[in-house]
């Protein structure tokens, strides 16, 4: 497949030189077994990267496994991804297999592998040594044939010289190592980007599409954007939103940058600071964006819940078997899914960002439980919110702001990261 072909295919935009080497070195990986290690920002496209490698190599029908190492807690993720005895462990009611077992003559896409812990590193070494693998609580050698993929957006280097990481794993991993660089650092790509997105959001809002003053495209080409690609989907959906008319000022953008005031000036380019307050010069229009951005939210949520009813409902049969997947439950419980969609994959319960659900208590799966009734209906807010509720409009409201990085909102919420799932599970439940 050349170099356009692929690009076509997965939609991953820009003529950079840098994003025609990384392209050239999926097409190089591809048709091995080789193992990879895709090294970039959040938001830079590592995920593509890694759909990409296995759709075109051999392994394109078996199954590609996404784990994010990174929202398992620390003591579950062996068994998650090496599978468990029954017995193994307070709450393990049967014997599961492991993600790597459910791999077999697939890819296994080992995302955040950085947060691995030590002893998972341990047997993950094995594993790639020569696919030999144990169950948690158990000695028989098992095997399995998968091609390893993995991601990561630290410096994996200095993770080991901290002595975070093992060596020998890291230099494993590293055989071929494809970095995509931030876009700030390969500025052609931005305009080519984010035409494409105006584009896609003008037939989806069935608006015309948006047109952007040449000092808009300046401001934009010179903004640092800290949440690379993903960033930029987001500012191209809010200037397709919320800005009425076609022509688009670098006022009405500027609302849509962090760390950018109202008024330009010294501190425009300034990279935001982590958990930074509010901007008190835009906090009004912030107000509304917010609000804005709940409503959309909530359209999503309800969209998203139609479409697991219909799911459930056995009507979707034509999704790919990598998009979907149905796991049995108890029988009073109904049908796990697992829903995976790579477009909207901030908000969709993905693979990696579906929280663990204690064995024992759901026996045989870490999917998110679906209640096949009727939805609730949308009661009126009460004028001052629970603390739940409050809580609940304080993540929505900082994921928005973080384009729904999980690890920055964390941090600005003075959280752990592995508390923010836990309470996006609860609120997920409640939406
Ligand atoms: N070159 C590109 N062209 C078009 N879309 C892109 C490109 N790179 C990334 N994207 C899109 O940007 C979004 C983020 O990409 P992706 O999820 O692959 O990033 P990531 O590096 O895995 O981020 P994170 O570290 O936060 O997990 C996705 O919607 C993806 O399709
Ligand atoms: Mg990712």
Same mark, same amino acid.
């Given at each position: 497949?050349?170099?356009?072909?692929?690009?076509?295919?997965?939609?991953?935009?820009?003529?950079?030189?840098?994003?025609?080497n990384?392209?050239?070195?999926?097409?190089?990986?591809?048709?091995?077994?080789?193992?990879v290690?895709?090294?970039?920002?959040?938001?830079?496209?590592?995920?593509?990267?890694?759909?990409?490698?296995?759709?075109i190599?051999?392994?394109?029908?078996?199954?590609?496994?996404?784990?994010?190492?990174?929202?398992?807690?620390?003591?579950?993720?062996?068994s998650?991804?090496?599978?468990?005895?029954?017995?193994?462990?307070?709450?393990?009611?049967?014997?599961?297999?492991g993600?790597?077992?459910?791999a077999?003559?697939?890819?296994?896409?080992?995302?955040?592998?950085?947060?691995?812990?030590?002893?998972?590193?341990?047997?993950?070494?094995?594993?790639?040594?020569n696919?030999?693998?144990t169950?948690?609580?158990?000695a028989?050698?098992?095997?399995?044939?998968?091609?390893?993929?993995?991601?990561?957006?630290?410096?994996l280097?200095?993770?080991?010289?901290?002595?975070?990481?093992?060596?020998?794993?890291?230099y494993?991993?590293?055989t071929?190592?494809?970095?995509?660089?931030?876009l700030?650092?390969?500025?052609?790509?931005?305009?080519?980007?984010?035409?494409?997105?105006?584009?896609r959001?003008?037939?989806?809002?069935?608006?015309?599409?948006k047109?952007?003053?040449?000092?808009?495209?300046?401001?934009?080409?010179?903004?640092?954007?800290?949440?690379?690609?993903r960033?930029?989907?987001?500012?191209?959906?809010?200037?397709?939103?919320?800005?009425?008319?076609?022509?688009v000022?670098?006022?009405?953008?500027?609302?849509?940058?962090?760390?950018?005031?109202?008024?330009?000036?010294?501190?425009?380019?300034?990279?935001?600071?982590?958990?930074?307050?509010w901007?008190?010069?835009? /906090?009004?229009? *912030? +107000? &509304? !964006? @917010?609000y %804005? =951005? #709940?409503?959309?939210?909530r359209?999503?949520? $309800?969209?998203?819940?139609?479409?697991?009813?219909?799911?459930?409902?056995?009507?979707a049969?034509?999704v790919?078997?990598?998009?979907?997947?149905?796991?049995?439950?108890?029988?009073?419980?109904?049908?796990?899914?697992?829903?995976?969609d790579?477009d909207?994959d901030?908000?969709a319960?993905?693979i990696?960002?579906?929280?663990?659900?204690?064995?024992?208590?759901?026996?045989?799966?870490?999917?998110?439980?679906?209640?096949?009734?009727?939805?609730?209906?949308?009661?009126?807010?009460?004028e001052?919110?629970?603390? /739940?509720?409050? *809580? +609940? &409009? !304080? @993540?929505? %409201? =900082? #994921?928005?702001?973080?384009?729904g990085?999980? $690890?920055?909102?964390?941090?600005?919420?003075?959280?752990?990261?592995?508390?923010?799932?836990?309470?996006?599970?609860?609120?997920?439940?409640?939406?």
């Open positions: 497949m050349d170099r356009e072909s692929i690009q076509e295919r997965f939609g991953i935009i820009g003529t950079s030189a840098a994003l025609k990384v392209i050239d070195r999926i097409r190089q990986v591809a048709r091995t077994d080789i193992t290690l895709i090294q970039g920002e959040s938001g830079v496209g590592k995920e593509l990267v890694a759909q990409a490698i296995h759709q190599s051999p392994r394109r029908h078996g199954p590609l496994v996404i784990v994010n190492c990174g929202a398992i807690p620390e003591g579950l993720i062996e998650e991804l090496f599978g468990a005895e029954k017995g193994a462990y307070t709450g393990a009611t049967e014997r599961r297999s993600y790597f077992e459910e077999n003559k697939g890819t296994i896409f080992l995302d955040e592998i950085g947060e691995m812990p030590p002893s998972a590193q341990v047997r993950l070494l094995r594993v790639l040594e696919g030999q693998f169950r948690v609580g158990s028989t050698v098992l095997t399995t044939d998968v091609r390893v993929v993995a991601a990561t957006n630290k410096d280097a200095r993770e080991v010289e901290a002595g975070r990481f093992r060596e020998d794993l890291y494993r991993l590293s071929v190592l494809i970095h995509i660089p931030p700030r650092e390969r500025k052609e790509d931005i305009l080519p980007i984010l035409e494409r997105f105006l584009h959001f003008a037939q989806q809002y069935n608006t015309p599409m047109r952007l003053e040449p000092e808009t495209k300046a401001l934009l080409l010179n903004y640092r954007w800290p949440g690379n690609v960033e930029l989907r987001n500012v191209a959906e809010q200037i397709t939103v919320l800005i009425p008319g076609e022509r000022t670098p006022e009405a953008v500027r609302p849509f940058l962090r760390g950018v005031t109202a008024s330009g000036g010294a501190s425009e380019l300034m990279p935001v600071a982590r958990g930074a307050a901007n008190d010069a835009s /906090e009004a229009r *912030e +107000r &509304e !964006l @917010i %804005r =951005a #709940l409503l959309e939210l359209l999503e949520v $309800r969209e998203m819940k139609e479409q697991i009813e219909k799911l459930v409902a056995g009507t049969l034509a790919p078997r990598h998009a979907v997947e149905h796991r049995d439950a108890a029988p009073e419980t109904g049908q796990y899914v697992i829903l995976r790579a909207r901030d908000y319960a993905l990696e960002d579906v929280p663990y659900e204690i064995a024992g208590e759901e026996p045989g799966t870490n999917g998110t439980r679906l209640a096949a009734g009727a939805p609730k209906a949308e009661d009126e807010e009460p001052i919110p629970t603390l /739940e509720d409050a *809580e +609940r &409009e !304080l @993540i929505t %409201r =900082a #994921l928005r702001r973080f384009d990085n999980r $690890r920055q909102t964390a941090r600005a919420l003075g959280i752990s990261e592995r508390t923010l799932y836990r309470k996006l599970k609860e609120l997920d439940e409640d939406l």
